[in-house]
């Protein structure tokens, strides 16, 4: 399919913009090729033939670039003072204060942000890349790529809980509930000053849980394991993140195969994403395990096996509940395309009744109760510029009052947010009626990923709900989108981010010039040889080039 945007094919030299731009590009990777000797594959190559094709040897350059990439992130992130964590005395085993402190040394902040955000910049190029590399080559064993995840996961394993303090959270949630206190009533501070409180952000401390009776029954269970140690109640709550990741890992190549996909490049696309790196496993949000019951619930549909599907995606709807999607859009296409609306009918009310009675034996086995489906708004009480819904509220305030008109920003926050809240109803009902054209794991992805865009607010772990179930669907402009939306959201909603600026606002600006020419280094550098596309393999599933930017053509992943 030709685009617009291409050149013509009339051998007239590219004029304008365009034109420019591909000149650019095409001097871009004539320096990478040129200084490729000086780069780690150049290093390697001397040592000994880097190999491309079917011998797969040249994954090892990617794989060190990325465990580079996180190492740096966990170095900065691990350096005491850093703002990418809590800075409390006892909330991981190395790299905290001895005591509570907010004071940043000039040195300690710069060498922060420069391994924090530099990182970041190498791991999203490198994913980015190895995207391209493998979507130009033949079929990657699974095992290769697997092996990867596993060491650039590592170092972020290894150190405190990063950009997040929601974990804190859950461990003070979970004391609560062994002690037999309802979080759906009360928030973590009613408990009082205790280890498991003062790490809780103040803005939840007083807020109720609105998570599901899955979720805070096994959190439960991690306080009572823990002998009500905070620390130790972190860990196992890191270590419940990390299994949902592995059960990500597990049924997003399964479920690409079953597609007609390629396993391992889905994997790259979905596990060895950055988001998921720095939000799933870093951060320990328990989406990972939403995400990962989820799409092995849409897996065991695959598999034919209704009655399963149903019970594990309303198992993932316990944990938080917009999973609940899934059971409708699994019952819905149950019979196929051909069937009629009185032949869905069945699958439906099978669906409605393996959910109500995993909610209802939950919510009793638990003794909490159903109190969570009314904390489901709790989240909307943040007030952030990231979520369009809500930036419009407050510009709408803010241009209201410049004119003169008396409003207040609490009501025109409530009508876009209910503005937007209704748009992505109407895109979920319109993704609906055209499931059996689009197929439900798309359907269900696109609808989770409007929910999260258009509502109240937006935080990079809710975007993983519809990435990861888009992955072994993802082709051409969706995988555009999803690489697009991976790039953007890790820097969305950085902890610390007022205290970050006022430090900086009294660094010599130089120090902060020098941080900046940096990690524009770390963004420009060439990374080797292997990022050069072979020109005599090609990918079924990518689309012709539709934009040529430099780093790199998106398209063509």
């Not at 669907?473 to 989108?481: C, D, E, H, K, S």
Request: proline share 7%.
């Amino acid at each position: 399919m030709t685009s617009t945007l291409e050149p013509e094919a009339t051998g007239t030299p590219q004029s304008g913009a365009l034109g420019r731009l591909a000149r650019v590009n095409a001097w871009a990777e004539q320096m990478t090729i040129r200084l490729e000797p000086f780069s780690i594959s150049g290093w390697m190559s001397r040592k000994g033939p880097l190999q491309d094709g079917p011998s797969w040897g040249w994954l090892l350059i990617p794989g060190i670039l990325g465990f580079l990439a996180t190492t740096a992130i966990a170095v900065g992130g691990a350096l005491p003072d850093s703002p990418f964590k809590f800075e409390l005395r006892g909330t991981w085993f190395f790299g905290e204060p001895q005591v509570a402190s907010h004071h940043y040394g000039t040195a300690m902040l710069l060498s922060t942000l420069v391994l924090v955000y530099g990182g970041l910049v190498l791991l999203l190029r490198t994913w980015i890349h190895l995207i391209r590399a493998m979507a130009c080559r033949s079929a990657a064993p699974l095992r290769y790529v697997v092996s990867m995840a596993i060491v650039w996961a590592l170092p972020l394993i290894i150190v405190a809980p990063m950009f997040s303090r929601d974990i804190f959270s859950y461990a003070a949630q979970g004391e609560m509930v062994h002690n037999h206190v309802n979080p759906y009533l009360y928030g973590p501070y009613t408990s009082g000053a205790s280890a498991y409180t003062f790490p809780v952000d103040p803005l939840w401390q007083n807020a109720p849980a609105p998570y599901g009776p899955l979720f805070l029954m096994v959190d439960g269970w991690f306080a009572a394991a823990s002998f009500h140690h905070e620390l130790v109640t972190v860990v196992l709550l890191r270590f419940l993140a990390i299994a949902g990741v592995v059960l990500l890992a597990y049924a997003i190549p399964q479920l690409a195969k079953i597609l007609g996909r390629d396993p391992s490049r889905a994997f790259v696309l979905g596990i060895l994403n950055p988001l998921v790196l720095t939000s799933l496993v870093s951060g320990a949000h328990n989406d990972a395990l939403m995400a990962g019951l989820l799409v092995y619930g849409f897996l065991l549909a695959k598999r034919r096996r209704l009655i399963l599907a149903l019970m594990v995606c309303a198992l993932a709807a316990a944990v938080k509940a917009p999973a609940i999607l899934g059971v409708g859009y699994i019952a819905w296409e149950w019979l196929g395309p051909t069937a009629s609306v009185r032949e869905r009918a069945k699958p439906l009310a099978i669906g409605a009744l393996v959910t109500a009675a995993v909610f209802v034996g939950l919510s009793l086995l638990s003794g909490l109760g159903f109190g969570w489906v009314k904390n489901l708004a709790s989240p909307g009480t943040v007030r952030s510029w990231e979520a369009p819904a809500t930036a419009v509220g407050m510009l709408l305030a803010t241009a209201a009052h410049a004119v003169g008109l008396h409003t207040t920003m609490a009501t025109t926050i409530s009508v876009s947010r209910l503005i937007g809240l209704a748009t992505a109803a109407g895109i979920s009902v319109w993704l609906f009626s055209k499931v059996d054209g689009i197929g439900g794991i798309k359907a269900t992805g696109l609808s989770l990923l409007a929910i999260v865009i258009l509502g109240p607010v937006i935080q990079p772990w809710y975007l993983t709900w519809g990435i990861v179930l888009l992955v072994p669907v993802a082709t051409g402009r969706l995988r555009t989108g999803i690489i697009a939306l991976t790039t953007i959201a890790p820097f969305i909603g950085l902890p610390g981010g007022k205290t970050l600026v006022v430090n900086l606002l009294q660094v010599d600006p130089l120090a902060t010039a020098a941080v900046l020419f940096a990690c524009l280094v770390i963004f420009l550098c060439p990374l080797g040889r292997w990022t050069v596309p072979l020109a005599t393999d090609t990918d079924p599933f990518v689309d012709p080039p539709i934009f040529a930017p430099v780093l790199p053509r998106l398209s063509e992943v």
